[in-house]
T-cell receptor
Framework: NAGVTQTPKFRVLKTGQSMTLLCAQDMNHEYMYWYRQDPGMGLRLIHYSVGEGTTAKGEVPDGYNVSRLKKQNFLLGLESAAPSQTSVYFC????????????FGPGTRLTVL | AQTVTQSQPEMSVQEAETVTLSCTYDTSESDYYLFWYKQPPSRQMILVIRQEAYKQQNATENRFSVNFQKAAKSFSLKISDSQLGDAAMYFCAYRGTYSGGGADGLTFGKGTHLIIQP
């Protein structure tokens, strides 16, 4: 099992460009999450999904969109990147049931110039 | 909204000694879960230990143990016999059961940078 994988690992964008980050998991997890981590901060929840075809907002959703068309994939989109979106982005997934832990991907470092 | 506070930006300990990292949280829920995650320079988030609020017994995992004080909303991590490989950022995190609604996911503290002195 590959676990949770993220594509790409690094990316540099110019202000106003768009891009999509891909998260994939092979553990048949129902729940998936996108977090961002800024210097001196813990991870903050952007959006999450409790199942295929569903998405919901987290703590810092502005400027991002997400889609969960397939159970194993969770996409994070930036339509018009801004320097404030420079961050490390983490994807995570878990089985349904409140007791189950989240498994994290390796992160994507995004720089917006 | 829940908040998690880690008041120690950085801690230093001699190898083989014991260190305690502090964490406090604020919530109105009675049932929830608390976690400590380790983040080494590789950036990978690694679960160290978890505590279920309804359990009075403190969780332990080998050299790692917690002191969970529910009334005080305190959740500290003790690392015994510190090793060089323990050097990392440590994050305290909270997750509620959300039976009354609200966003799923973890709420993290800002982290404590742990330095191990050889």
């Amino acid at each position: 099992n590959a676990g949770v994988t993220q594509t790409p690992k690094f990316r540099v964008l110019k202000t106003g460009q768009s891009m999509t980050l891909l998260c994939a998991q092979d553990m048949n997890h129902e729940y998936m999450y996108w977090y961002r981590q800024d210097p001196g901060m813990g991870l903050r929840l952007i959006h999450y999904s409790v199942g295929e075809g569903t998405t919901a907002k987290g703590e810092v959703p502005d400027g991002y969109n997400v889609s969960r068309l397939k159970k194993q994939n969770f996409l994070l989109g930036l339509e018009s990147a801004a320097p404030s979106q420079t961050s490390v982005y983490f994807c995570a997934s878990r089985l349904a049931g409140v007791r189950n832990e989240q498994f994290f991907g390796p992160g994507t470092r995004l720089t917006v110039l | 909204a829940q908040t998690v506070t880690q008041s120690q930006p950085e801690m230093s300990v001699q190898e083989a000694e014991t260190v305690t990292l502090s964490c406090t949280y604020d919530t109105s829920e009675s049932d929830y879960y608390l976690f400590w995650y380790k983040q080494p320079p590789s950036r990978q988030m690694i679960l160290v230990i978890r505590q279920e609020a309804y359990k009075q017994q403190n969780a332990t995992e080998n050299r790692f143990s917690v002191n969970f004080q529910k009334a005080a909303k305190s959740f500290s991590l003790k690392i015994s016999d510190s090793q060089l490989g323990d050097a990392a950022m440590y994050f305290c995190a909270y997750r509620g059961t959300y039976s009354g609604g609200g966003a799923d996911g973890l709420t993290f503290g800002k982290g404590t940078h742990l330095i191990i002195q050889p």
